[in-house]
């Protein structure tokens, strides 16, 4: 099944705040719901946020109601806004929406019902590529994993984090499929738990082998020999390779450059934003403080207690080992590794 799709005149979603206790769909029918959706983390993960993205803007090609060319464009514009101020650090969420409106704004399509066929049609291709890319990430990325290695993984990056089949996971996935017996340290991944309830349940649905460990013992599996590579996924990657990820990410990094283990960050070229010079240049969201001090509803402090809550941290290029990507493994300097990558090149 796929996190994502377009059912019918809408975008089906797995609910992703229910897992791993139930297996719940929520059904969009309008932009406002898919950025609410985004938002509040309904979908997450960045491609699965991309390819949602691209159908939320194939829903307000419906919505706009203007027949006239110029004026339908300015309102997938005003819809696409609303879409990329959802969540502002992945950058697949506006890369998504900048490519479904280089197809209105093409010129190609000569009536407005010709148009919202082809963005129809244009997020169907977003969404089928994504699995593509990430089949052909998991091929390039299980090489580096040994028969008998233990991975440590944060956050979440397998298929509920894509349209399917996963980044970081998905290399998990295919050297599992080839027979590689192996074992995966999850971090729990607070306040959201993403490691322990969404990689959990994905390694279960796999039958990898797997423990969720507390954010904080990462270190501690690592002084004890029991790690033998990191791989985490990535929100946007500058175009120095420092990147963002899930908050935690960075101090995995550190730990792992001072026990001498390889760190790898795997991603589609989508998430490559060629823009940006380095990751001081990321924006940064910080979310709801009630997200730390009363998760999932339930409090754990006095309600006047302070809380901050970042969602993600920016892990300098330094401490990568290489960049997993469907074009191949960057290394440095990533500079000219990454933009040959972006440009379809085999690195």
């Known amino acids: 099944m796929r996190t994502v799709e377009w059912d019918d005149g809408a975008v089906k979603l797995i609910d992703q705040r229910a897992l791993p206790w139930r297996l719940e769909f929520a059904r969009l029918e309008t932009v406002a719901q898919v950025a609410a959706s985004i938002r509040d983390m309904t979908v997450r993960g960045a491609p699965a946020i991309g390819a949602s993205a691209a159908f939320g803007m194939a829903l307000a090609a419906r919505e706009c109601a203007e027949d006239d060319m110029a004026a339908l464009l300015a309102c997938l514009e005003q819809r696409g806004e609303r879409l990329k101020a959802a969540r502002p650090t992945a950058v697949n969420l506006a890369w998504a929406v900048e ?29 089928d590529d994504d699995v593509a890319i990430n089949r052909r990430i998991g091929t390039r990325g299980a090489a580096l994993l040994n028969d ?37 340290l999850l971090d729990e991944t607070r306040p959201r738990l993403q490691g322990s309830r969404l990689s959990a349940w994905e390694m279960e649905e796999l039958g990898v082998s797997y423990a969720i460990i507390p954010d904080t013992a990462a270190g501690f599996y690592m002084r004890k020999g029991e790690v033998d590579i990191i791989l985490v996924g990535a929100d946007r990657i500058a175009a120095n390779g420092d990147f963002a990820n899930k908050i935690g990410t960075y101090q995995l990094a550190v730990l792992a450059a001072a026990h001498d283990i390889p760190f790898y960050c795997v991603a589609p070229t989508s998430t490559i934003d060629m823009a940006l010079r380095s990751g001081d240049e990321i924006p940064i969201e910080e979310r709801d403080p009630a997200e730390v001090t009363t998760p999932y509803g339930v409090a754990i402090v006095p309600p006047h207690f302070k809380a901050r809550n970042p969602a993600f941290d ?22 000219k590794s990454l933009a040959r990558a972006v440009d379809g090149g085999e690195i």
């Open 99 to 127: 490519r479904m409106l280089d197809v209105a704004r093409s010129g190609e399509c000569k009536t407005a019902d010709e148009l919202r066929r082809a963005m129809l049609l244009a997020a169907q291709q977003i969404a």
């Open 148 to 184: 008998g290695a233990t991975i440590l993984h944060h956050c979440n990056t397998g298929s509920l984090a894509c349209v399917d089949y996963g980044t970081a996971l998905g290399v998990i996935r295919a050297a599992h499929a080839a027979g590689k017996r192996l074992h995966v």
């Open 314 to 335: 920016v892990t300098p290029h330094r401490y990568l080992t290489g960049i997993v990507t469907e074009q191949g493994i960057a290394r440095p300097p990533y500079v």
